[in-house]
């Protein structure tokens, strides 16, 4: 619910009342996937909704999906989905 904000893993952690250690390793355990990688598919996600569907500046949408700065984003994206952001755009866009 709060993805877009900068959120500190001891506040989810004191959230479920666990230590930073117990919590990810619960959370490892349940979810597959580290906090932290499941908070950037969380974003991503977001990203490519706004990608497709509204005329935002990609800059923008990087801000608006929960990421701090460009370069992390665009790290984080193409790592995922293989192209840039507006690589994607441009894809989507077209396949439409």
């Known amino acids: 619910q709060h993805f877009q904000q900068k959120i500190q893993l001891a506040e989810v952690a004191?959230?479920?009342?666990?230590?930073?250690s117990a919590f990810c390793?619960?959370?490892?355990?349940s979810t597959?996937?580290?906090?932290?990688?499941?908070?950037?598919?969380?974003?991503?996600?977001?990203?490519?909704?706004?990608?497709?569907?509204?005329?935002?500046?990609?800059?923008?949408?990087?801000y608006e999906s929960g990421f701090?700065?460009?370069a992390n984003f665009s790290k984080h994206f193409k790592e995922h989905f293989g192209v840039s952001p507006k690589l994607y755009r441009k894809t989507m866009t077209i396949s439409e």
């Open 68 to 70: 701090h700065n460009w």
């Open 32 to 62: 597959k996937k580290s906090y932290v990688q499941f908070l950037t598919e969380i974003r991503l996600a977001h990203a490519c909704k706004l990608l497709t569907n509204t005329q935002k500046s990609i800059t923008e949408i990087c």
């Open 25 to 29: 390793h619960f959370f490892k355990k």
């Open 14 to 20: 004191a959230l479920t009342h666990q230590s930073i």
